[in-house]
Nanobody, 126 residues
Framework: QVQLVESGGGLVQAGGSLRLSCAAS????????MGWFRQAPGKEREFVAA????????SYADSVKGRFTIARDNAKNMVYLQMNGLLPEDTAVYYC???????????????????WGQGTQVTVSS
């Protein structure tokens, strides 16, 4: 079965950087899209970034555009989220998710994704 395992979270000061990793296994992902979402306490899960495994098209939330970069390593079945210029409001549990995607563009809604990881905590102190 499909498994997604996130890593790389932690505590960082505002302005710092972290790189999250997501290891995917269980099937061939060449026709999938992979997304990163986050959820802060008391808030809904929100879209952060997504990438298509084939072609590498990306999409970002406005709140992270220019600070975060999503990338994938097809050979390793890994997806990364490089987070620079972190702000206290970036504090959340970060989840990776994947879905088979044949439509145009890149999915951005949580309901578009079928499989989710367990999440990794990112805490940004001011």
């Amino acid at each position: 079965q499909v498994q997604l395992v996130e890593s790389g979270g932690g505590l960082v000061q505002a302005g710092g950087s972290l790189r999250l990793s997501c290891a995917a296994s269980g099937r061939t992902f060449s026709n999938d899209a992979m997304g990163w979402f986050r959820q802060a306490p008391g808030k809904e899960r929100e879209f952060v970034a997504a990438i298509r495994w084939s072609g590498g098209s990306t999409s970002y939330a406005d709140s992270v555009k220019g600070r975060f970069t999503i990338a994938r390593d097809n050979a390793k079945n890994m997806v990364y989220l490089q987070m620079n210029g972190l702000l206290p409001e970036d504090t959340a549990v970060y989840y990776c998710a994947t879905t088979y995607w044949s439509a145009l563009g890149v999915p951005r809604r949580p309901r578009d994704f079928d499989y989710w990881g367990q999440g990794t905590q990112v805490t940004v102190s001011s």
